[in-house]
T-cell receptor, first 116, second 107 residues
Framework: EPEVTQTPSHQVTQMGQEVILRCVPI?????FYWYRQILGQKVEFLVS????????KSEIFDDQFSVERPDGSNFTLKIRSTKLEDSAMYFC??????????????FGEGSRLTVL | GQSLEQPSEVTAVEGAIVQINCTYQ??????LSWYQQHDGGAPTFLSY????GLEETGRFSSFLSRSDSYGYLLLQELQMKDSASYFC????????FGKGTRLHILP
C-alpha cells in the first residue's frame, strides 16, 4: 500500500542550526502538508503546498520556515535557525482531493526534532 | 478564526459504546474529519462528513450537524486496541485539528 515516508525519524540539533526534514508523499497525490505536534499536544497545521507553491500557512510558519519540492518526489521543510520551542514531532501528509475523499490526509510516521 | 472543542479524556469499558463530541467554529467549512492516533504514531484517517447525518464504517460511525456546528464519533464494541487519542478536524481551505480526546478503555 502506498505510504508517505519521512526522514530522518529523529534529529537532534543545537539551537541556531539549520534543519531540513524530508518527505516523500504518495506518488499520485497533489497536495502536500506539514504539521507539527509538541509532545502531548494537538496536531498543528504549518503549511499546505499545491502546484509548486504554498497555498496556506499558519502563523507558526514564519520566516524561519520554508518548504520546497526540489524534484518530482521529495517535499522538504527547512527551519533556518532552530529555537528550543521548535522541538516537536513534524508530520508530513499528502492528499489527492481529485480522487479521494475530502478531508482524508495520509500522514508519514513523523520526524522528531530535538533542539538543545 | 477557527476553534474546535472536544473533551480531553473519555473512559469506557471494553465491549461498550463511547461517543466523542466535537463542536467547531470556522469561517468556512467543507467538512469534518476524525483521526486516530496511538502514542508515538501518526494520525490515521477514520471518517469524513461533508453533509448532515451519520456515516458508518464498521465499528466506527461519525455524525455531523452543520446547523449546530457539531459532530461526534461513535465507537462500538470497544476493544483494548481502540485506546488512543481521537482528533476531530475541520476543513475549509486547510485542515485544522482539535486538541484531541484521549480514550481510556478499562477491561
Amino acid at each position: 500500500e502506498p505510504e508517505v515516508t519521512q526522514t530522518p525519524s529523529h534529529q537532534v540539533t543545537q539551537m541556531g542550526q539549520e534543519v531540513i526534514l524530508r518527505c516523500v508523499p504518495i506518488s499520485n497525490h497533489l497536495y502536500f502538508y506539514w504539521y507539527r505536534q509538541i509532545l502531548g499536544q494537538k496536531v498543528e497545521f504549518l503549511v499546505s503546498f499545491y502546484n509548486n507553491e504554498i497555498s496556506e500557512k499558519s502563523e507558526i510558519f514564519d520566516d524561519q520556515f520554508s518548504v520546497e519540492r526540489p524534484d518530482g518526489s521529495n517535499f522538504t521543510l527547512k527551519i533556518r535557525s532552530t529555537k528550543l520551542e521548535d522541538s516537536a514531532m513534524y508530520f508530513c501528509a499528502s492528499s489527492d482531493l481529485a480522487g479521494g475523499r475530502l478531508g482524508e490526509l495520509f500522514f508519514g510516521e513523523g520526524s522528531r526534532l530535538t533542539v538543545l | 478564526g477557527q476553534s474546535l472543542e472536544q473533551p480531553s479524556e473519555v473512559t469506557a469499558v471494553e465491549g461498550a459504546i463511547v461517543q466523542i463530541n466535537c463542536t467547531y467554529q470556522t469561517s468556512g467549512f467543507y467538512g469534518l474529519s476524525w483521526y486516530q492516533q496511538h502514542d508515538g504514531g501518526a494520525p490515521t484517517f477514520l471518517s469524513y462528513n461533508a453533509l448532515d447525518g451519520l456515516e458508518e464504517t464498521g465499528r466506527f460511525s461519525s455524525f455531523l450537524s452543520r446547523s449546530d456546528s457539531y459532530g461526534y464519533l461513535l465507537l462500538q464494541e470497544l476493544q483494548m486496541k481502540d485506546s488512543a487519542s481521537y482528533f476531530c478536524a475541520v476543513q475549509d481551505d486547510k485542515i485544522i485539528f482539535g486538541k484531541g480526546t484521549r480514550l481510556h478503555i478499562l477491561p
